[in-house]
T-cell receptor, first 107, second 115 residues
Framework: DAKTTQPNSMESNEEEPVHLPCNHS???????IHWYRQLPSQGPEYVIH???SNVNNRMASLAIAEDRKSSTLILHRATLRDAAVYYC????????FGAGTILRVKS | DTGVSQNPRHKITKRGQNVTFRCDPI?????LYWYRQTLGQGPEFLTY????????KSRLLSDRFSAERPKGSFSTLEIQRTEQGDSAMYLC?????????????FGPGTRLTVL
């Protein structure tokens, strides 16, 4: 089962929006799109998930393409505490992690 | 703190020894997952339980690995005859599955070093 495709790393300035892209061209109709992040020396942390519609929560927004083959995680105002590895995952309850995107936030 | 807890946080052992890790999930979470993470990689799924039943095991879980969740609460992961390749962070997660989407809550992990 193919994993998702994400850039290896991205950089952002503090207080600016960040758009983290993800390709999941092999997604099936029942697969969720999940985003987790992992701060240094911690276990992963849930960020957001979606199925077909765009989603917003207190941490982020998730924009899902109409064909569901790609999505974008949006952090509206990056802070230094958002520096982490962000994982985009497709599937059900068993999470299949890729290498993720290392997000660096500059002050 | 009512999050997922794992013990020990660090374990150093010699090759060939057996080790056991414990995971205490969030109270009343019926699903419990084990993952393994090596440096620079994302976590890899190992196995998961719904209550006390082990529902899926990855092919990564060789015969030397065994996981149990005897009363549907805490879980243990045992590695027999450890090898240097077993050195990794072992992560536990739990979730409350009620037929719909359920986010997983991860513990801080147990870092295993096999000398």
């Amino acid at each position: 089962d193919a994993k998702t495709t994400q850039p290896n790393s991205m950089e952002s300035n503090e207080e600016e929006p960040v758009h983290l892209p993800c390709n999941h061209s092999t997604i099936s109709g029942t697969d969720y799109i999940h985003w987790y992040r992992q701060l240094p020396s911690q276990g992963p942390e849930y960020v957001i998930h979606g199925l077909t519609s765009n989603v917003n929560n207190r941490m982020a927004s998730l924009a899902i393409a109409e064909d569901r083959k790609s999505s974008t995680l949006i952090l509206h105002r990056a802070t230094l505490r958002d520096a982490a590895v962000y994982y985009c995952i497709k599937g059900g309850n068993k999470l299949v992690f890729g290498a993720g995107t290392i997000l660096r936030v500059k002050s | 703190d009512t999050g997922v807890s794992q013990n020990p946080r660090h374990k150093i052992t010699k090759r060939g020894q057996n080790v056991t890790f414990r995971c205490d999930p969030i109270s009343e979470h019926n699903r419990l997952y084990w993952y393994r993470q090596t440096l620079g990689q994302g976590p890899e799924f190992l196995t998961y339980f719904q209550n006390e039943a082990q529902l899926e095991k990855s092919r990564l879980l060789s015969d030397r690995f065994s996981a149990e969740r005897p009363k549907g609460s805490f879980s243990t992961l045992e590695i027999q005859r450890t090898e240097q390749g077993d050195s990794a962070m072992y992560l536990c997660a739990s979730s409350s599955y009620r037929g719909k989407y359920n986010e997983q809550f991860f513990g801080p992990g147990t870092r295993l070093t096999v000398l």
